[in-house]
Every structure is written in structure tokens, then in C-alpha cells.
């Protein structure tokens, strides 16, 4: 079901060097059957190909564009963690009780954490491809209507950009 952290052209890890918090422990096989059956979908590949490398974390880049005006910006929205699998901040302890608790629709997974920290997500968007396709990404605001920004996991992750805030730190 799950693919392995075997080495090769693999893209940068997306993660700060350090672990924090928001990581959880060295993804197993197990971990991820167990979240897919909690969750009642199948998780994407290029999600669990980075999760496998380090279980959920603080991104390096936080900005992804936007052709949309949302919440906080009118071209991009900020998303600080991608939360991982199998422990208290994991997708599958998470997910399910950050829909009911701020009402996001019911479209899929969270699984992005963004500065705000609640009237705004990123979730996987399994409305259009059913709980066993490729999920697309969305941004959902405060108004809690979901508005894809990447047609998989992967294209999300590459479309982040560093926010001018990271860029001052790197000054």
C-alpha cells in the first residue's frame, strides 16, 4: 500500500532541519494502514513518500499562491505544518475532530496547519475522485468553501514558495 524511503532522485525533504512537536515518530507500514482505516481513505503516495522521510513537521517554505482572494492575503495563503500520521497531532487523532470542531466541509483529510491555527486549513480534497483516487489540495477559508489549489499533494508541496517573513530570516 505504502512505499518505502528507498533512496534516488528524491526531492528535498519540505521540513525545517530540526524536528518539532509536529513530528511524530518513524512512519511504519502499520502506522499508515492504520490511519488509511481510521480515516476510511487511501492516502497519496507523494504524501507518505515525505511523511516516510520525516513523520510531519515545520515547513521550510509557508507561502503557496493563489489565483483567489483568501482569509489573510489577496493572492496566497500561509500554512506552517504538515501534520503527519500515528501520534496526539497526527492526521488520523486530528483530522476528523478539526472538521467537526470548525466546520470545515466534509471533503476529505487535514492535514496542513496554518499560521491562524483554525479558521483556515488545507485539507486532501477526495470529493471528485472518491476515498480511494488521487486526492487534489484545497484551502479552505472562514467562509469554509474549499478552493483547490493543486491537483495532488506533490503539485502542492512544489508550489510553495518561501513567505517574505522566511526570507527575512534568511537575511
Given at each position: 500500500?505504502?512505499?518505502?524511503?528507498?533512496?534516488?532522485n528524491?526531492?528535498?525533504?519540505?521540513?525545517?532541519?530540526?524536528?518539532s512537536?509536529?513530528?511524530?515518530?518513524?512512519?511504519?507500514?502499520?502506522?499508515?494502514r492504520?490511519?488509511?482505516?481510521?480515516?476510511?481513505?487511501?492516502?497519496?503516495?507523494?504524501?507518505?513518500?515525505?511523511?516516510?522521510?520525516?513523520?510531519?513537521?515545520?515547513?521550510?517554505?509557508?507561502c503557496?499562491?493563489?489565483s483567489?482572494?483568501?482569509?489573510w492575503?489577496?493572492d496566497?495563503?500561509?500554512?506552517?505544518?504538515i501534520?503527519g500520521?500515528?501520534?496526539?497531532?497526527?492526521?488520523?487523532?486530528?483530522?476528523?475532530?478539526?472538521?467537526?470542531?470548525?466546520?470545515?466541509?466534509?471533503?476529505?483529510?487535514?492535514?496542513?496547519?496554518?499560521?491562524?491555527?483554525?479558521?483556515?486549513?488545507?485539507?486532501?480534497?477526495?470529493?471528485?475522485?472518491g476515498p480511494?483516487?488521487?486526492?487534489a489540495?484545497a484551502?479552505?477559508?472562514?467562509?469554509?468553501v474549499?478552493?483547490?489549489?493543486a491537483?495532488?499533494?506533490?503539485?502542492?508541496?512544489?508550489?510553495?514558495v518561501?513567505s517574505e517573513?522566511d526570507?527575512?530570516?534568511?537575511r
Open positions: 500500500m505504502s512505499s518505502s524511503s528507498g533512496a534516488g528524491r526531492p528535498a525533504s519540505p521540513f525545517e532541519e530540526e524536528p512537536s509536529w513530528t511524530g515518530p518513524p512512519l511504519t507500514e502499520d502506522m499508515v492504520r490511519a488509511e482505516e481510521a480515516l476510511g481513505v487511501r492516502l497519496p503516495g507523494s504524501y507518505l513518500e515525505v511523511l516516510y522521510r520525516q513523520n510531519g513537521g515545520v515547513l521550510k517554505k509557508t503557496h499562491p493563489t483567489f482572494r483568501t482569509s492575503a489577496d496566497h495563503f500561509a500554512v506552517d505544518v501534520m500520521i500515528g501520534y496526539e497531532e497526527g492526521i488520523d487523532v486530528q483530522s476528523d475532530y478539526l472538521v467537526a470542531e470548525w466546520g470545515y466541509p466534509n471533503i476529505g483529510v487535514v492535514f496542513g496547519v496554518t499560521p491562524a491555527a483554525g479558521p483556515d486549513t488545507v485539507m486532501l480534497d477526495y470529493s471528485a475522485c480511494e483516487g488521487e486526492p489540495v484551502y479552505v477559508g472562514e467562509d469554509r474549499p478552493r483547490r489549489v491537483e495532488s499533494f506533490g503539485e502542492f508541496l512544489a508550489g510553495l518561501p517573513a526570507e527575512d530570516q534568511d
